[in-house]
Structure formats: structure tokens, C-alpha cells
């Protein structure tokens, strides 16, 4: 096979391919065979106008220099572009007249096109009739006189060995895309968010896909063993010298080939048919596997989620990640001494070696939980006034909800400290309850509300001195954004 796309290679045609612009390439191909698929070529000018729309429908493509990307102008581009595609031989120009030319596309690039598509185009509805090609197929090859050599001549036995050996590598193709189509799920499932989201793709997106058509139809419709079957009569076929001899024939004549290279070939054929039929097998093992290891994940992922994590956790390691990026290869007896790296606890104190180690823990000193003398009796009034007043400067997820409720009525609205205005101590403290929780129920109220608090010094931990305050009442904070979700 290199040695037969020498030719290609040294012409330049997949280098296109390699280019960062291949997109632009490849959508141009298939505009001018879209353009002419009736007379199989077209006419140049207007063959520079679809490789122009192409260049504008790929805005945010960058061109190198030989393409065009130096230049402001369209049509320069395009005309570069368009020399570039007969350069690399995918068109060819056909001189009608001293003043009229077409443009011919190239066989190959048609055939590289149809390539690239299914490569690009994931088709699951195609795993549909995935049991009826198997089931026919396994029928042909187990019918009567199916592989007998009095039965056919040279060229029609070529004929239907050839069909099988596509037939059956369009099966092999089938499978391998069930095997893909599973993968992308493992790989949307490593990426989920929350437990519901990996329950909804375990339960209703995976289990309602074509590959598990293609699955049920491969184990409940009994091919398992017509398979079986068929593999045993094609090793019968591949070991009988007067088949091989008669398909032998049959590819003499059809390719002009020598006696013994034709026998060769022959034996070919029939060991790659036995083959592909051995290779199903091992394939539906293969898919047992990722179907277990994918249930494996689901099930693994969902706990974690529900029992091991949370969001203080993910806080706590976003902050572990973000310093570690920003002082990979430093010391944590250096950062003390980097700029506005000064640390904000008051007495704070750096332990290093062995001083750093836990303490041991001393005992604990008994504890006397005797009640003090009350004394005088206290006055009813004044006591119910301090429960009052501790009520009211009690942070609880009521008020917070209340403040959310207020300031944010639609979910997804968001609110910076930077327009926030409080005009009275309890505006505070409800926005102090704010932080301290994320959920809460309206007084008398079933419904929940939910909040994010968005800190203006994500980003900025190596300056702080760049974190912006704004005045709240009478006291200057870091800025934030609360938003409900």
C-alpha cells in the first residue's frame, strides 16, 4: 500500500490534511463535488466563488502566509486557497477554450472525502440493522451448497466470496463502533457533576442507546452459535483444494494473474473470511467487558459523589491546585518572604522539621458543671428582652433566605457587593447569614432557596493587595457576587 500512494505522497495530496486550516480544505472539497456531481466538473470562476463562501463561513481560521492569511481581501484568498487544491492535485483545470476552463475533481479526493465522513459522522442509528446483515450473512454462508465448487463458476464464486469478505468487515466496523459508542459514555461519566447526573446517564442515556440494540441482538438473538456454525464451514471451505481452485479461477480471470499467484490468493481470501468470523466473538467479550467496567464506574462515581464528597472539599482542593500552579517549585519558607505574601492571622508562625510534627496531646483538667447560685430572681421582662435581642442577632438560614428572596427573585440573577446598599444592622447581619449558609426556607414556607457566593479574590491569591473593597454600611469587605441557582 506505500509503495501504491508513493505517487500521492510526493504529490503532496494529503498535505492539506496537515495544515491547521484542513477544516477549510475539506469543506471546499466537498462544496465543488457537491457542485459537480451531475456533469463531474465546473466551471472555474464559479469554482472560486464556493472556495470565497467557504473562506467566510471560517471566520476565526487562521491561514498561513501561502494561503492568504496576510492579506484582508477574499478574493485574494481565495484564489491563493484555490491554487493551493490544484497544487496538491485534489482538482484539476481542463482547458475548453483560449478563455474558458473547468475544473475536474480528482478521483481520489472523492474517495478521500467519502473517508473522512465516515470518520467524522457518528452514525449510531446505523447499529439498527446490525442483526439482520449478521443474521443474513450467517444464513448465505450456512445454506445448502453454499461453498460447493460444482455449484458456481470462477467468476460468480469470486463474487460472492468477495461480497461476503465486505459484508463481514462491515459487521467487524459495526461492533468496533459499539465498543466507541460505549467509550464516550465512560468518558461523559468520568466528567459528571453531581450523583443525579451519573444516575441519569447510567439509567436513561446508556441504557436506552443503539448499542444496546445492537448488544440484545448480538446475545438474545441466538447468533452466538450460527456463528459458531458458519466459522466451522468456512474452515471446511479454506481446507478444500477444489474450492480454492475454482475461486482461483475466478480471480485469474477477473485480474490477468498467474496460476499459482491466483491460488495464493485464494487461500487469502478464504483465511480472512474464517478470520472475520473468529474475530466476532472475541469483540462481543470485549464489549461484555466495557459494559461491566462502565456499570463498574457508574457505580463507583455515584458514591463518591453522594457519600465521600462535598463542596467544602472541592473548595479546599481548588485552593490545594491553585497555589500549588502558582509556587510550583518553591518552598513554604520562601513565600513569607515574596511580596504580598504576608501572611493576615495575627501571630501567625511558620513550623518547620520536626517542630512542625503534631503535639502531644495534653490532658484534659476536670471540668465542674455545677450550676452557679441564680442569686435574686431576674425580671421576667428583662429576660424576655435579651431573648429578643438574641433572636434578632442570631444568624440563621431563614434570614438568609429572606435577603435572597428580597434582593434576587429569579433564579440565575447574581448581586455584587460592588451595587449592594444596607441601610439598617439587620441588612448586615442577614447579609452575614448569606455567607454562612447556602440553602434555606422562607419563614412558614416549604420552598427552598439556594445561593453561590462568588469571591472577587478567585485568581488573585499571590496579590492581595489587588482584591477591591467595597463599603457596606459602615465597614469596608472584599468584594463578592451572591447568585441564585
Known sequence: MGKRLGPLFDAGFFRPLARPSAAVYVDCAERLIGAAVDAGQIERNEARMLVREVIERHPDTVLEDDEGGGSTDLSQKATLLFNKLLEAKWIAERRISLSEYYIVIAPQLRLLLRA??????????????????????????????????????????????????????????????????????????????????????????????????????????????????????????????????????????????????????????LALLEQHFASIPQIARQIDARMAEFSNLSAARYRYQTEMRGQRPERVKEYCDRAANAFAGKKFSDLAHEPGMAFRTVHCEVLFGRDALAPVRKKRLPINLKLADPGSPADPVEAQEDIRRCNLLTLTPQRAARFVEERLPEKGTRLSTENLTLSTEDDLLDLLAVLSFDRGNLARSRKLLRWRVRPAREGTYASPEQIPLDPVGDVHIERFSIERI
Not at 453454499?146 to 467468476?155: L, Q, S, T
Open 116 to 269: 473522512l465522513d465516515q470518520v467524522a459522522e457518528n452514525r449510531p442509528e446505523e447499529l439498527k440493522d446490525f442483526a439482520v446483515g449478521l443474521r443474513s450473512l450467517c444464513k448465505e454462508i450456512l445454506a445448502e451448497k453454499a461453498f460447493d465448487p460444482n455449484a458456481f463458476d470462477g467468476p460468480s464464486l469470486r463474487a460472492t466470496v468477495k461480497d461476503l469478505i465486505e459484508r463481514a468487515e462491515r459487521v467487524l466496523d459495526q461492533m468496533h463502533a459499539v465498543e466507541n459508542l460505549i467509550g464516550e459514555h465512560e468518558a461523559a461519566q468520568r466528567q459528571s457533576v453531581s450523583g443525579r447526573e451519573t444516575l441519569k446517564r447510567f439509567l436513561d442515556e446508556f441504557h436506552v442507546g443503539e448499542h444496546i440494540l445492537c448488544y440484545d441482538a448480538l446475545r438474545e438473538a441466538g447468533l452466538l452459535p450460527r456463528i459458531a456454525k458458519a466459522r466451522s464451514v468456512l474452515q471446511e471451505a479454506a481446507a478444500d483444494p477444489f474450492l480454492k481452485e475454482r475461486l482461483a479461477e475466478g480471480l485469474q480471470v477477473h485480474s490477468s494473474q498467474s496460476e499459482g499467484k491466483a491460488y495464493a490468493r485464494a487461500e487469502q481470501w
